[in-house]
């Protein structure tokens, strides 16, 4: 059993920062690719940025310049590292990850958290 738990989100003003994390636990094997998405109310999920587990990163172009992704693959953890927090930024922010866990070291699956939320407003 393998889970995903984001957490750090909140209200924040415009022009602010936020640090969300992204912990794993469980019975996991290694980790792969680690990515953060969000859902702004009533769109879709959408891509925010990934890194590897050898720490290549990619963002979304929405967003660079401005969030920073990284990770400790040590203690299974990943952050988000938000600055300069702009109303289009709320949203729910949603970890997922690629795991290949102990009970099954032939299968990579994909696994997601429950989901932070983060509100920007003044």
């Known amino acids: 059993q393998v889970q995903l738990v984001e957490s750090g989100g909140g209200l924040v003003p415009p022009g602010g920062s936020l640090r969300l994390s992204c912990a794993a636990s469980?019975?996991?094997?290694?980790?792969?690719?680690m990515t953060w998405y969000r859902q702004p109310p009533g769109n879709k999920r959408d891509f925010v940025a990934s890194?590897?587990?050898?720490?290549?990163?990619n963002y979304a172009d929405s967003v660079k310049g401005r969030i920073t992704i990284s990770r400790d693959n040590a203690k299974n953890t990943m952050w988000l590292q938000m600055n300069s927090l702009k109303p289009e930024d709320t949203a729910v922010y949603y970890c997922?990850?690629?795991?290949?866990?102990?009970?099954?070291?032939?299968?990579?699956?994909?696994?997601w958290g429950q989901g932070t939320q983060v509100i920007v407003s003044s």
């Open positions: 890194i590897t587990h050898g720490g290549t990163t």
């Open positions: 469980g019975s996991i094997s290694s980790i792969h690719a």
């Open positions: 997922n990850a690629r795991i290949r866990t102990l009970a099954n070291i032939d299968f990579i699956g994909n696994y």
